[in-house]
């Protein structure tokens, strides 16, 4: 079965240092997404993607973070300059089409800012 | 802006017991809802969804949910838990559909003892 596949799994870095989470969406999907988790919070949308553009970002997708599709493939979010409160699991998704609804999540990469 | 209540944050329950998890949503207009789980250790997988049709939706593992339009509520049943049934259950709403931006709830902890 085809899975949404997400790398590191886990990243310890220093605060001020920049982070590259990377994400490989099912390879017929159209739509990709970030969402993140703080230990013990809610999964929170950070950012939609489609037709190689931003589609929609919440509050705190910021001009610290930004997204890429370089090859097709991978869909990447970068955090530019790491803060302790950016400690949190980061899922990526996918999904097929518009009118399914049904979201495809990767495993998450859990970041850890120190 | 939609936004999505899960007011049960952690349920423990014996094995064979009913299960019903709450959600609620905010929202006027046509909504479209899900429940994810994510079992210890996995990614979110969906586990039912409701577009149109039968409010009351069956999903995967004898989950089944119902919605209640003038409540507007969602909520999870299961007539007997299993204790591979403990995990976080999440709600999330999709209200926009040209955004395709799922809202989730806080999510439940379910924990079921043997």
């Known amino acids: 079965e085809p899975e949404v596949t997400q790398t590191p799994s886990h990243q310890v870095t220093q605060m001020g240092q920049e982070v590259i989470l990377r994400c490989v969406p099912i390879?017929?999907?159209?739509?990709f997404y970030w969402y993140r988790q703080i230990l013990g919070q809610k999964v929170e949308f950070l950012v939609s993607?489609?037709?190689?553009?931003?589609?929609?970002k919440s509050e705190i997708f910021d001009d610290q973070f930004s997204v890429e599709r370089p090859d097709g493939s991978n869909f990447t979010l970068k955090i530019r300059s790491t803060k302790l409160e950016d400690s949190a699991m980061y899922f990526c998704?996918?999904?097929?089409?518009?009118?399914?609804?049904?979201?495809?999540f990767g495993e998450g990469s859990r970041l850890t800012v120190l | 802006a939609q936004s999505v209540s899960q007011h049960n944050h952690h349920v423990i329950l014996s094995e064979a017991a009913s299960l019903e998890l709450g959600c609620n949503y905010s929202?006027?207009?046509?909504?479209?809802l899900f429940w994810y789980v994510q079992y210890p250790g996995q990614h979110l997988q969906l586990l039912l969804k409701?577009?149109?049709?039968?409010?009351l939706v069956k999903g995967i593992k004898g989950f089944e949910a119902e919605f209640i339009k003038s409540k507007f509520s969602f909520n999870l049943r299961k007539p007997s838990v299993q204790w591979s049934d403990t995990a976080e259950y999440f709600c999330?709403?999709?209200?926009?559909?040209?955004?395709?931006?799922?809202?989730f709830g806080t999510g439940t902890r379910l924990t079921i003892i043997p």
């Open positions: 993607f489609y037709n190689n553009e931003i589609s929609e």
């Open positions: 409701y577009f149109s049709g039968d409010p």
């Open positions: 929202y006027g207009g046509t909504v479209n």
């Open positions: 390879s017929n999907h159209l739509y």
């Open positions: 998704a996918s999904m097929q089409y518009a009118n399914t609804g049904e979201l495809f």
């Open positions: 999330a709403v999709l209200s926009n559909f040209g955004n395709e931006k799922l809202t």
